[in-house]
């Protein structure tokens, strides 16, 4: 993994990094995740030449007619985004439509702010394993309708995932938190995450159904 983390790291040059790691299902929202760091871009200029948006798009489901356009659609946007915004010495989105799990790891490990926005989710357990694989602190911006948003709320930026303003609001909000902060809630994250293993999340998932 290491060795990804030093490309990634020569990838983004000194500049703040977002990462997004998901598959690329409807559900998982990529499309307005993309459409909130357009936003930012748009009405915060100041990060331009100053940020990278990595997002890692794994395919999902390629026989369902449905899920290949939706991945056409995050290709749309981002191609978008890069045309609009990209200079001769700063590309501002790294999308990979590709599965590359150590990559994926070492992309939470560098990260300055992950963003995980689904529409609706179980868990989502990259919420969890990023604050865990942090190696500098990453603030996390979290969809409230991630079933993680019910243990890591208190130490992340939590955001209505339909609304891309306010996505973008806190993307910026995350990307300006003080090196302290980020680090004491990437902290509270990891432990929290930590706190809970996989057997005793499942076991509790189990005990629910029967209530």
Not at 10 to 38: C, F, H, M, W
Not at 48 to 59: D, E, N, Q, S, T
Not at 110 to 126: H, Q, T
Not at 181 to 196: D, F, G, I, Q, V
């Amino acid at each position: 993994m290491r060795a990804h983390v030093t490309a990634l790291s020569q990838a983004a040059e000194g500049r703040k990094l977002i990462v997004r790691v998901d598959r690329t299902e409807p559900s998982k929202n990529i499309v307005r995740g993309l459409n909130a760091y357009r936003e930012l871009l748009a009405t915060r200029p100041e990060w331009h030449g100053r940020v990278v948006h990595l997002a890692f798009a794994y395919p999902s489901r390629s026989a369902v007619p449905e899920y290949r356009t939706y991945t056409e659609q995050v290709r749309q946007i981002a191609a978008e985004i890069t045309a609009e915004f990209r200079t001769p010495d700063w590309n501002p989105l790294i999308l990979e439509v590709r599965d590359d799990y150590p990559r994926s790891l070492a992309a939470c490990a560098v990260a300055d702010v992950l963003l995980v926005n689904p529409i609706r989710d179980g868990m989502n357990l990259v919420a969890q394993e990023g604050p865990v694989l942090s190696e500098r602190g990453c603030a996390l911006v979290l969809s409230r309708e991630a079933g993680a948003a019910a243990t890591l709320g208190g130490d992340a930026l939590l955001v209505n995932p339909y609304d891309v303003s306010e996505t973008a609001a806190a993307l910026h909000q995350a990307l300006t938190m003080p090196d302290a902060e980020r680090r004491r809630r990437t902290e509270a994250l990891a432990a929290t995450a930590a706190a809970s293993p996989p057997a005793r999340w499942l076991g509790d998932q189990l005990a629910a159904l029967d209530t």
